[in-house]
């Protein structure tokens, strides 16, 4: 069983920093897609980041040059570090995992944590 569990939202000012970790149980994320999405009030879900098996990174447009994903193999936990907030990230941050098998990509997500930047 495969489970997904975020940790480190909270509520920081504008131009500060957070860090999100997702701590991986029942799979390895050193051999899955892993990712960070947001969805902010009111919107839909978006991408943030993500961290491909074989290490290569992407963003969304609106977090490039401040977000920076990055993994822990050995503690098989993904992390969201987050620089130069601004008031339009606050979001419920939800990390995931893409697994692909010959049915097609099935996707895992953890429970979301709140990110609240206040101007």
């Known amino acids: 069983q495969v489970q997904l569990v975020e940790s480190g939202g909270g509520l920081v000012q504008a131009g500060g920093s957070l860090r999100l970790s997702c701590a991986v149980s029942g799979s390895i994320v050193s051999l899955n897609d892993m990712g960070w999405y947001r969805q902010p009030p009111g919107k839909q879900r978006e991408l943030v980041a993500v961290?491909?098996?074989?290490?290569?990174?992407n963003y969304g447009d609106s977090v490039k040059g401040r977000f920076t994903i990055s993994r822990d193999n050995a503690k098989n936990t993904v992390y969201l570090q987050m620089n130069s907030l601004k008031s339009e990230d606050t979001a419920v941050y939800y990390c995931?995992?893409?697994?692909?098998?010959?049915?097609?990509?099935?996707?895992?997500w953890g429970q979301g944590t709140q990110v609240t930047v206040s101007s």
């Open positions: 961290i491909t098996s074989g290490g290569s990174t």
């Open positions: 995931n995992l893409r697994r692909y098998s010959s049915r097609g990509p099935y996707d895992y």
